[in-house]
């Protein structure tokens, strides 16, 4: 039984710097945009900076990671700190200087799922020189990766490569590609003519620009290169660099000493980036394959219908389809950069399909709603491996198999199931809330048969499951009412009206199922039908046996109070070629049939008398009486009620679901097989009784096993003469 979580699920996302970086982003869209119905989403992180300013405005509680002192043992007090007074359900930690140890942390402390997104997962800290070292942090890198529950990667290339160097189970590493608000990215039309003025841009220049961080992975000493060769060609042409970062001076330097400074904007940081892509003609970004894991300034750049160059490396493999939207070059390699540029610029078509291909493919591909829809899944199958699940999504699981089993075990007719499965989820959050007021039950039961209930309860008892407080609830309330009102005839009428024909045919005239096959043989050869004989089928449901006697040539009658039913049988018999020798009476035969006495030869009572109480029983057995001859044969079979007491013990003592038991809707089970012999007797009849599906056949010579674990009980009865 699963341990289930009462409202949402509290998740807790790590990340070291609440700058504007890729990362940043994608923390901000799942702590946006997870649906808080489902999930509570805090973010531990520094309080200051563009990442702390978004998360505010959007109302995500955020827990200062303050003084920022990464590897610090404050730093990892705060943390373990955070963890054991919330007590979060998910730990989710974005990679960083903090990663590793915090993953431990949450391990240790017992969160129920840990969560690594890596975000670069090309290379190895390759920074680190002294080799001693840079195995150690490996080392504690791999047992960390060890310890998380599920990994994710922003791209194929990132997860093969994370896979490989860290020899992590594949099924534990998921990929789930970075996404970016598409709508609201380009709802903010306008601003190109702005910036272009503000920088100094002319009119009828064409730029060329890039947006990153200045560091050496990035490329933009690439492009700097690339550009000499194309003022050559194109002079028209300015280049806007957008962001800060280290290896800033670098290039700047580089500009200057080529000569080329007059054609160089240096931005700076920049909260709007959207305002500047949308200056720009073309987009530029020509990182190395250690410098990118996903690419996310390139997908932003689609999204605003931009023509992008970028290297061809995996994960750009990923975002671009080369040629439509948007256009590669080898890696490294300035002069083919060049030439890639210089194609676009000199061909307006040519942008204007490539941007329309690549604003298409990330509207596709790249949404934000996707990804956090895909994280949002990862996080409930982290919880559920480890057999933890939100009540809500335990109660519709639950339903929707139960529903699945109507539908094809029990024949369910399609124009029933929307019906019924409101009438499941209603009843699911009867049970979820732990109790029902009699009116309500009342209401519940004047909507629904007590056959839904039932079949539900036995779903329930199969699987052992538990739903909040369903044993004592069950018990305490439709345990009672279906025990106490009995199965009614409307209780049949609805149980047919909702299963389809064939539902009846497979299962009653035609079975491929061995049991029930089986079933039908054996009683057939107790009644042993000869042509012309009368027989009555009483409690004959949908004709089961009125049909194979019929077949045999005999006179068939069959007696039901199930209207539905008996109108079923007639159109079945009708359709199978035997309503010459079928006839059919909607009634009661407890209470009388409209019949001469000794008018039949022979009588079946299949599955009937465990419905009824004693008092009817009676009642039954003097009807029969009546309505045999004195050569005559009556053939009662029934489940062995011993056996179904003892399977209800059973489901007592092992809890597993123990409020549904047989004597809920089998009063049978409530009266002893030797009561019910003395009634036979008292009757003024002889019997013989047989046993049939012996659960262990090689139990079958053992008497006293055979009573306990046979299946089904019959008697062969007679008149005393």
């Known amino acids: 039984m699963p341990r289930l979580i009462k409202g949402p699920i509290k998740v807790l996302q790590l990340i070291h710097n609440s700058g504007v970086t890729g990362p940043g982003r994608v923390v901000s869209s799942i702590a946006r945009n997870l649906d808080r119905q489902d999930f509570s989403t805090d973010v531990l992180c520094p309080s200051e900076g563009y990442l702390a300013d978004e998360l505010r405005k959007a109302g995500v509680r955020i827990v200062a990671l303050d003084p920022w002192r990464p590897r610090e043992p404050l730093t990892f007090f705060k ?41 670069l997962c090309a290379k190895d800290h390759g920074w680190i020189k002294d080799k001693f070292k840079l195995f150690l942090h490996l080392l504690f890198h791999r047992i960390s990766n060890a310890m998380a529950d599920k990994i994710i990667c922003v791209s194929d290339t990132g997860r093969a490569s994370l896979i490989r160097r860290q020899k992590l189970p594949p099924e534990k590493v998921v990929t789930i590609y970075n996404g970016i608000d598409i709508r609201g990215i380009q709802s903010r039309e306008g601003g190109r003519e702005d910036i272009r003025k503000q920088w100094g841009v002319p009119e009828n220049a064409l730029v060329v620009g890039m947006v990153a961080r200045f560091s050496p992975e990035k490329g933009h000493q690439l492009l700097v290169k690339a550009a000499k060769i194309i003022l050559e060609k194109s002079p028209n042409v300015k280049f806007v660099l957008v962001g800060e970062g280290p290896q800033r001076p670098v290039v700047e330097h580089v500009v200057e000493k080529m000569g080329i400074a007059d054609k160089f904007i240096f931005t700076g940081f920049q909260s709007d980036i959207y305002s500047f892509i949308e200056s720009m003609d073309v987009v530029v970004q020509p990182s190395f394959e250690a410098g990118e ?35 590669l070059f080898a890696s490294g390699d300035h002069t083919r950069l060049a030439e890639k540029i210089l194609l676009l610029l000199n061909d307006s078509r040519l942008r204007q399909d490539i941007g329309s291909a690549a604003k298409t493919r990330a509207e596709d591909n790249f949404d934000e709603t996707a990804m956090v829809t895909q994280i949002g899944d990862l996080y409930k199958e982290a919880l559920a491996e480890k057999a933890i699940l939100r009540t809500q999504d335990y109660l519709k699981a639950v339903a929707a198999e139960f529903m699945d089993i109507l539908e094809t075990e029990r024949g369910l007719a399609a124009e029933k199931i929307s019906g019924y499965r409101a009438a499941l989820r209603k009843y699911l959050l009867f049970i979820e809330a732990g109790k029902l007021e009699a009116d309500e039950i009342k209401e519940y039961l004047a909507y629904n048969d007590t056959f839904l209930i039932e079949t539900f309860l036995e779903f329930c008892r199969q699987r052992s499951l538990r739903i909040g407080p369903v044993c004592d609830f069950n018990n305490r309330l439709f345990g009672k009412v279906i025990k106490h009102s009995g199965v009614t005839s409307r209780d049949y009428d609805e149980r047919i009206r909702m299963q389809t024909p064939q539902f009846q045919i497979d299962n009653y005239y035609f079975p491929a199922q061995k049991e029930l096959k089986s079933r039908i043989e054996i009683i057939m050869s107790l009644l042993d039908p000869q042509p012309e004989e009368k027989i009555l089928d009483a409690g004959c449901g949908v004709g089961t046996f009125v049909f194979h006697c019929a077949k045999k040539g005999a006179q068939a009658t069959g007696v039901d109070y199930s209207s539905e039913s008996i109108q079923l049988a007639r159109q079945l018999v009708e359709r199978f070629g035997v309503s010459r020798n079928a006839s059919f009476t909607c009634g009661d035969i407890a209470s009388g049939l409209d019949f001469p006495d000794g008018h039949f030869d022979k009588i079946a009572a299949v599955d009937f008398i465990e419905h ?25 079979f029934t489940p062995n009620g011993i056996r179904e007491a003892l399977g209800s013990v059973k489901s007592a003592l092992t809890g597993l679901c123990g409020a549904y038991s047989p004597e809920t809707r089998l009063h049978f089970g409530l009266l002893s097989r030797f009561a019910f012999e003395k009634m036979l007797k008292e009757a003024g ?15 079958a010579k053992i008497p006293l096993l055979k009573e306990l674990l046979s299946l089904n009980i019959a008697w062969v009865i007679k008149k005393t003469l």
Request: net charge positive; charged share 25%; proline share 3%.
């Open 293 to 327: 894991s996903f690419g996310l300034a390139a997908v932003e750049a689609m999204a605003k219908q931009k023509a992008v160059v970028a290297s061809d490396i995996g994960c750009f493999r990923e975002v671009i389809v080369d040629g439509t939207s948007g256009l």
């Open 79 to 119: 943390i373990w700190q955070e963890l054991r007074r919330e007590k979060y359900h998910i730990f989710h930690v974005h990679s960083g200087q903090l990663n590793a140890f915090s993953k431990v942390i949450g391990r240790l402390l017992g969160i129920p799922a840990v969560v690594l997104t890596e975000h």
């Open 685 to 699: 009849f002889t019997f013989t009784r047989h046993f049939f599906d012996v659960g262990r056949p090689y139990l």
């Open 612 to 636: 009824i109480d004693e008092a009817l029983k009676r009642k039954l057995l003097s009807e029969m009486s009546r309505l045999i001859g004195p050569r005559g044969r009556i053939v009662i």
